[in-house]
DNA sequence: CCACCTCCATACGGTTGCGTATGGTTTTAC
DNA sequence: GTAAAACCATACGCAACCGTATGGAGGTGG
C-alpha cells in the first residue's frame, strides 16, 4: 500500500461509513482496513472527529461534481434521466444518505445530510421546471421523487422488494410526469 | 418507578433504538434511562442480544396491532386513509424502520425489517386492489407509496423539507390514485 | 555521511460497555 | 412472622476504542 495521505483516510471513512454508519468510522477500524495502524491516522489527523468531518466532505463534494456534470446537458429531460441513471447506478450513495439521517443525533452528519437533500430537491425542481412544469407541481414532483429514490433503496436493501433497478427509474419518471 | 419487568425494558430499548440506533441498545445507558441498573437487567434478560430480539419483537407486533385494527374497517379507501393517519401520525415507527434499514449488517435487524415492510407492502396492495386497481397496478403503487413514506420521513427527519404531514398524507394519497 | 523531515509502529492510560458474582432489599407464601 | 422467591445495587474482570508519547525507518539536502 505505501505511504498513505489524508484522502486516502478519508476515503477510506466514507466506505467505513456506508458500511456500517457514523460508528464504524472509528480510527483503529479505518486502520485495519488500509493495513496500517493509528500512528499513521495521527500524523494526517488530529482526532476521529475531523476524520468523519472528511468523510462527509467528500461525500457532499460528489453531490456537487454529479451536477457541475448534468448541467452540460440541455434537454431538462434527458438531464433528469441522466440523473436517475447515475442514483439509481451508485449503489453507495443511497447508503450513506441512509447512515446519515440516521445518525440525525449527530448535528454535523444531520447537517450535512440536510444541506445535501435541499440541494438535491433544489437541482430537481429546477430541472423540470425547466421541462415545463409549473413551480409548485414541480417542487412537489421533486420532493416525492426524491422520497421515493430514498424509500425504494431503503426497500431494496433489506429485500423487502424485488422489482429491478430498471423499473424504479421508469417509475420515478412517471411519477414525475416525464414518462416516454 | 418501582419494579420493572421485561417489557419495560423492551419499551426503553425500542425509544433508545428510534433514536440512536442498534449502538443505542446498550445495557448501561438503557438502565440509565430507567433510572436502574445493570442489576435489574440482567434479572430479566440473559444478554445484550435478547433486549434487542424483544425491541424488534415489540415494534414488529405493533405492525400487526394496526393491520388487525384495520381490517375492521369495511371500505378499502377508507382504510387506506385510516393506515396513513396512523402511520404519518406515529412519529417513532418511521425513525425505527430507518434505523434497522441502515444496521442492516446486523441479519436480525434485516430481516426484521424486510418481514416488516414486506408485511405491509402485501396489505397496502390488497386493499388498493379492494379499491378497484389491478393487481400490477396495485402492487406497483403499494411500493411508491410505502417509499415515498420512507423517504419523506427520511426528509423530514433532518429537515430537507417544511411540508406538513398532512400535505404527504394526501400527496400520498393522490400518488395511489386514491385522491378525493 | 549526516542532520533533518516525513511518515508510521508500538506501548501506555483512560473511558465505555458487556457479562458475572455476590449480597442486599422487598414481596409473596404459608 | 418467617422462609423462600423475586428483584435490584455494587464491584469486578474483560474487550474495544480514543488520544498521547516515543522511537524508528526511509528518503532528502547540504
Redesign the interface.
Known amino acids: 500500500m505505501g505511504r498513505l495521505s489524508a484522502e486516502d483516510w478519508a476515503r477510506a471513512a466514507l466506505e467505513a461509513l456506508a458500511?456500517?454508519?457514523l460508528?464504524a468510522v472509528a480510527v483503529e477500524p479505518v486502520a485495519v482496513r488500509l493495513g496500517t495502524t493509528k500512528g499513521s491516522f495521527y500524523w494526517h489527523f488530529a482526532n476521529r472527529r475531523s476524520l468523519i468531518e472528511a468523510a462527509l466532505a467528500l461525500w457532499e463534494a460528489g453531490t456537487e461534481e454529479i451536477i457541475a456534470g448534468l448541467l452540460e446537458v440541455p434537454d431538462p429531460v434527458l438531464r433528469m434521466r441522466t440523473l436517475l441513471e447515475f442514483a439509481f447506478g451508485d449503489p453507495v450513495d443511497a447508503k450513506v444518505?441512509?447512515?446519515?439521517?440516521?445518525?440525525?443525533?449527530d448535528p454535523l452528519a444531520?447537517e450535512t445530510?440536510?444541506r445535501v437533500?435541499?440541494r438535491r430537491?433544489e437541482f430537481m425542481g429546477a430541472t423540470l421546471e425547466e421541462a415545463g412544469q409549473p413551480p409548485g407541481l414541480a417542487r412537489?414532483r421533486a420532493?416525492?421523487g426524491?422520497?421515493?429514490?430514498?424509500?425504494?433503496a431503503?426497500?431494496h436493501?433489506?429485500?423487502?422488494?424485488d422489482?429491478s433497478i430498471g423499473d424504479f427509474m421508469d417509475?420515478a419518471l412517471s411519477?414525475m410526469g416525464l414518462a416516454d
Chains 1, 2 share one sequence.
Do not use: H, P
Open positions: 458500511e456500517g454508519g460508528a444518505a441512509f447512515q446519515l439521517i440516521s445518525a440525525a443525533d444531520a445530510a440536510r437533500s435541499a430537491l412537489g420532493v416525492v426524491y422520497g421515493v429514490y430514498l424509500g425504494m431503503a426497500l436493501r433489506v429485500g423487502a422488494v422489482e417509475l411519477e
